[in-house]
């Protein structure tokens, strides 16, 4: 390998998320902010929000039905 082309590696990287928690990974570089982690992520914290198809289908065909018995 050439000597002097690589960039030095801290062990102990300080990583802060948006949220406050501070993590230690090893990195290039000395300080990494982040957005979201696994603290405040919502997938893993369970506060993800799904869409329910299945509801807006049967919504659509009750008003379809509804709206053949009008005419």
């Known amino acids: 390998m050439k000597k002097d082309i690589h960039p030095k590696y801290n062990d102990s990287a300080k990583t802060t998320c948006a ?3 501070i993590y230690d990974f090893g990195s290039t ?3 990494i902010h982040i957005e979201i982690c696994a603290a405040c992520h919502p997938f893993y914290t369970g506060t993800e929000k799904t869409l329910d198809t ?5 919504k659509f065909r009750a008003r379809k039905a509804a709206s053949t018995k009008k005419k």
Do not use: D, N, Q, S
């Open 19 to 21: 949220c406050g928690a």
């Open 54 to 58: 299945a509801g807006r289908v049967e």
């Open 29 to 31: 570089k000395e300080e």
